[in-house]
């Protein structure tokens, strides 16, 4: 069952008499529950692509249909409602709040959810009980990102967007981070979008989106995904 | 090429570079406004005096002064110039509710006066020489003839000149008059050949009278008169006539007083021009404005300063990635500096450019014509002179500016170019004490995260405290300064003063006669004369309350039912002795000193003065004489008499307020204005830089799915902390920044402080609007932020 469907999506940004086309008439459908890498060199329109799926954003053109909700048209408040209902962010720079400690960044989305998961049980599935009263300065980057992970999960999200998320991590945690995000997507039953430059995460992917110059090149669906563990990295 | 960037920049920082140069501009305005202020009055009255002869010392003498007496006194070494003078107050015929003060400076030497049109001065001539701004107000111009009435005689003069007069620079009636008014009360001058005439026709009706009493036929006693009046009667009558000699000296008054003791074998009342109501006032308005020009501009010099630290360090940390390209393109550290001062630089010339308009501004509101003093000094010149310390100041603040910015770049071009192009690190999070306690984590999001906001940010924290705390200062003590004028005028006209008319007495009218008039006017009197104690001058206030017609009042403003056993200080003597314990005094003019005891203390209105019953000053056997009779009937009811020097209505007292209240008024209206721009642009700045820094979190806030209108809450709410902490503390800080404006501005009016509830409404409403509107205004950004953009960057 689809949960995400863009229909002839493009946004174009304005400046002065110069136009550009960040996505061009881009058309594409996401089924339920499945691992979504968008692989693309940079200014190809994956993060684009992310932050129209993600309700950051309104497209130019097109619809964008997510869980049979149209959110290209909606208003600022009711974008505000989707992003905390629908979807979940993980970004490259973690994007903690550095003045609320581990515990209160995840319990914070809480104030904004209905039906917000336990915090301290999300803390602990990413392994960092230890570190609930710790502020986010204290911590490596590596946990930093465990608890972004467990923070966007907190709000009980249908998709998880991943904007990088091993981006700023060295590769041996990359690739832990990585399992996790994945073992919790599917544990929760959860659609995960990654948006990366990195080819090996494709690998792991049950569907890949190519995009390109605002277009998208190429979607594959792989039968047999590997795991973080069997990519050579 | 870094010009441009300069320019970009500041127009990047638009709001803190605006904010920043508004205080600035503030902060000079208001520092050389006050101080051109004084300065301006110190060199325009200092001027006029010089030009009119004002004089140093004035003697008294109840019996008046003899030619042979100034003689003497003009020979004392060290006197300059000296001359018999006459200053007494008339009432103009048909018109009992105007008044004026008759002048003659017998030889011409001191305390002369200024033409300002019409013919000059003519010690010979017959005609009268009007203060021009009573003329113009009353209608009266060169060639008109004013009737005036002099001891119940009629002088009629024709006005040959308008002028103005140093002695007369603030013309007020008497010591019960706070503010003039020019259209009721003005001041002439006539000359000695005039007054020689006047005092010849009063002697001969005098002798007219008495030769009819004793039978002698009117046609005939005239006639006789004539023949009686010798020459030695009429020099007698004129010296009588001149009970003051008016002096410039620049010796000490003890120095002259010994003087004068040795050359006339008595001791005289001296008054020093220190001790001279329009030379007091005048120097007291400079004294003031002196004040005002030390402490509110430091308020807001001391606020702009510390709003340019705390802009400049967040513009720097801001800026510091830029800081580490010009360094890593090979731009040497002391280009760079140079660049960020300039900054600061021009911050500093574009305010204080501002500034000095400003300034000029506020010191002709309140120094010209047409401004506040204007309804007070009556002068011919208002010019604009600044006093020589402000340039090294001004300059010094510019200079200040650029080194904050140059300290502030200094701090991000240490290490390598690759560090200074590494983003800022915020201070890593400690738990503070606060955290530690229990009840700490049970409060909401909100609450935490505005609180650990504000222990990361203590700098912009105190800032904004700062802000609110004098956006208090400036409402409670510019509104509470209107309420306690406004006590103090209440007090005046309700609390002490019950009677309708004030007449004042002829010195040394026979006793017989005053206590006729007080009889048949069913009045109250009181006497006041100078005194000394310990070589200090003060008042004795003798007192007869029969009718209740004046009250004398305690520090609470209660009325005091006065002891005849003991005398009364006034607040401001109360520090010479406590109650139970002897003072003494001796009236100036006679030898003997009295050792009285002090039963109590009371808030003397307007004089310096020691009080006590006629009854005990009876059982000391004070010589004294009848100053004033206090009565309910109306002026117009009190016939003129050879024993009235001048009557003066509540009403027309009370008015002469007007002006006054007025100024003040203006005066409250500028604090309010500068409260709500001060508090206005400090937590506009302020709140802008929060939320910069914070962009990053209040995106974070929107991605996950929180509605701007919660975000601005949360924005809000931080500024509604922050203003209450501020009112509680800004609160007290504004009753006694506004006490010691009344100690230092009115310490001669023994003023209580009165702030009424509406005060106090005004002042919370006032403050917690500006931060709701300035939290408003910085909300409303929120809308427009870019979850996108704000994202991209690593921290």
Known sequence: ?233 | MLLRKLLRTAWSYKAQFISMIIMMTLGIGIFLGFNMEWKTIEYDVGKFFEETKYADYRMYSESGFTKDDLEKIASIDGVDAATRYLSVNLEIKGDSKKALTLDVSENYSVSIFTLISGDGYDENGDGIWLSDKFARLNNIEIGDTLTLEFQGLDIESRVVGLIKAGEHMICLADSNQVMPDFNTFGYAYISPAKLGAIIREKALNTLTDELQKAGVPADMAKEQAEAMLTDEMLTEAIDKSFPQINLISGLGKSELEEAVKEKLGRTLMVVSKDDHAVYREAMGEAKEGKTMGSILPVLFLAIAILTMVTTMHRIATQEKTQIGVLKALGFKNRTILLHYSFYGLFIGIVGAALGAVLGYFVCKLIMSENGMMGTYFDMPDWSAATPAFCYPIIAGTVLLLALISFLSVRAQLRGTAADALRPYTPKKMKKSVLEKLPFFSKMRFATKWNMRDLMRHKSRFAMTLVGIIGCMILLVGGLGMRDTMAGFLDLLDNGVSHYATKVNIVENTEREKVDHLIADLDADWESYSGISIDGYTATLDIVHNENGRLSVIDEDNKEIDLQNDGVYLCQRLSDRAKIGEYIEFSPYGGEETYRVKVVGYNRSIMTESVTMTDKYADELGIKYSVSAVYTNKDSSDIPSSDLISGKQDKKQLMDSFGSFVQIMDSMVLILVVAAVILGIVVLYNLGVMSYVERSRELATLKVLGFRSKKIGQLLISQNVWLTVIGVILGMPAGVGTLYWLITALAGEYEMKLMLGPLTYSVSILLTFGVSLLVGWMVARKNRKIDMVEALKNAE
């Open chain 1, 1 to 233: 069952m689809s949960i995400v469907q863009f229909d002839n999506v493009s946004r174009i940004y304005k400046s002065g008499d110069h136009e550009l086309r960040a996505l061009d008439h881009v058309s594409f459908t996401l089924d339920e529950g499945k691992f979504v890498v968008i692989l693309g060199p940079s200014g190809a329109g994956k993060s684009t692509l992310l932050n129209l799926l993600g309700g950051l954003d309104s497209p130019s053109e097109g619809t964008i249909t997510v869980a049979g909700a149209d959110i290209s048209k909606l208003s600022d408040n009711e974008l505000a409602d989707y992003r905390a209902s629908t979807v979940g962010f993980v970004f490259q720079f973690y994007n903690l709040i550095p003045t609320l400690t581990v515990y209160e960044n995840v319990k914070l989305v809480s104030e904004i959810s209905k039906n917000a998961l336990d915090a301290k049980d999300m803390i602990d599935k990413v392994g960092l009980l230890d570190h609930l009263n710790n502020f986010p300065s204290e911590l490596s980057g590596g946990e930093q990102q465990r608890i972004s992970i467990a923070r966007a999960l907190a709000k009980n999200p249908k998709i998880l967007l991943c904007d990088e998320p091993t981006g700023a991590l060295d590769s041996e945690t990359g690739v832990m981070v990585l399992g996790l995000l994945l073992d919790m997507a599917k544990n929760y039953g959860k659609t995960i979008v990654i948006v990366t430059h990195n080819q090996n995460i494709a690998k792991m992917a049950d569907v890949v989106i190519r995009v390109k110059n605002g277009k998208i090149r190429e979607v594959t669906e792989q039968e047999n995904p590997l795991s973080a563990d069997e990519v050579e990295w």
